[in-house]
């Protein structure tokens, strides 16, 4: 290092010219940083898993899964219209003994819960919970209160599933929407 650049600069050698020490700080940092994503990716994120979104893709009960959430529906007066698919995602046949809503906040009553074998595009006929062969779906809609005089709030709706497999009976809570308060209703803000 000559002193004509007041200590800021580190010499790159004869014939290469001089970097200063921020380039080469950024440079660390930078390298420090895909270093640790590497790492994370290669060996999962420690701490809680993050949230579902409102849509969850594939949510896993071990033998059946929320897969698609359909379109939600409302009267636009005291009424919320939640159904999604459930699939089998496992190479064995499973029996759905049961699904009900299940509200981790609160703030919403239960007026009915259907099944229909098909999906959110093709709907079979009416159907209680039952057998899942591989790859096959259930329908689940489940027709939700909402407090009259008040707005669809941010509420999650998760599903409670009990699933008989391997002579076992599995009961299993998965997410289904993570916020109601996107549903549009009349005077309230979406």
């Known amino acids: 290092m000559d002193g004509s650049h007041g200590g800021d600069v580190i010499s790159g050698g004869p014939g290469r010219p001089a970097r200063p020490w921020r380039f080469w700080a950024v440079v ?27 849509t969850p893709g594939v949510q896993t009960a071990g033998q059946v899964a929320v897969e698609d959430v359909c379109t939600l529906g409302t009267d636009r007066r005291s009424t919320v219209t939640v159904a999604f698919t459930l699939v089998n995602h496992t190479l064995e046949t499973v029996g759905v003994t049961g699904v009900e809503p299940s509200f981790p906040l609160g703030g919403l009553r239960t007026l009915s819960v259907t099944t229909a074998a098909g999906t959110c595009v093709h709907a079979g006929g ?29 509420l999650p709706v998760a599903v409670r599933v009990r699933v008989l497999a391997h002579g076992e009976l599995i009961t299993t809570v998965l997410p289904v929407v993570v916020d109601l308060g996107r549903v549009p209703y009349p005077g309230c803000p979406t």
């Open 126 to 154: 009416a159907s209680s919970a039952g057998t899942l062969a591989p790859g096959d779906s259930l329908l689940v809609t489940f027709l939700l209160g909402v407090p009259a005089g008040t707005c669809p709030q941010p």
């Open 28 to 54: 660390a940092l930078v390298v420090a940083a895909v270093t640790g994503a590497a790492l994370v990716q290669r060996h999962g994120r420690p701490g809680p898993a993050p949230a579902p979104s409102t």
